[in-house]
Nanobody, 121 residues
Framework: QLQLVESGGGLVQPGGSLRLSCVAS????????IGWFRQAPGKEREGVSC????????YYTDSVKDRFTISRDNAKNTVYLQINNLEPEDTAVYYC??????????????WGQGTQVTVSS
């Protein structure tokens, strides 16, 4: 069974950058679309980015598309989320998740445990 582990979160000042990693085990990531989601305190979880399996097509929610970049390295079974120009509003727990083949903001079957991103001066 596919297992996902996120890392790379932390405390960063506004304007800073982070690269989150999502490492898979138990199966290859090749057949999965991988999404990144975040949940801020008191708010619903939202999808921020997704990368499809074979084509590598990428998708972003409007609020992050100029600052977030998703990429995948299938040889390392890893998906990355590069976050630049961090804002306090980006503070949240970030999760990666997997679903079959194509991107959507729904119906993800596998989830990681999350990594905390805190943006504060």
């Amino acid at each position: 069974q596919l297992q996902l582990v996120e890392s790379g979160g932390g405390l960063v000042q506004p304007g800073g950058s982070l690269r989150l990693s999502c490492v898979a085990s138990g199966s290859t990531l090749d057949d999965y679309a991988i999404g990144w989601f975040r949940q801020a305190p008191g708010k619903e979880r939202e999808g921020v980015s997704c990368i499809s399996s074979f084509t590598g097509s990428t998708y972003y929610t409007d609020s992050v598309k100029d600052r977030f970049t998703i990429s995948r390295d299938n040889a390392k079974n890893t998906v990355y989320l590069q976050i630049n120009n961090l804002e306090p509003e980006d503070t949240a727990v970030y999760y990666c998740a997997a679903r079959d083949l194509t991107c959507s903001w729904r119906n993800f079957d596998y989830w990681g445990q999350g990594t905390q991103v805190t943006v504060s001066s």
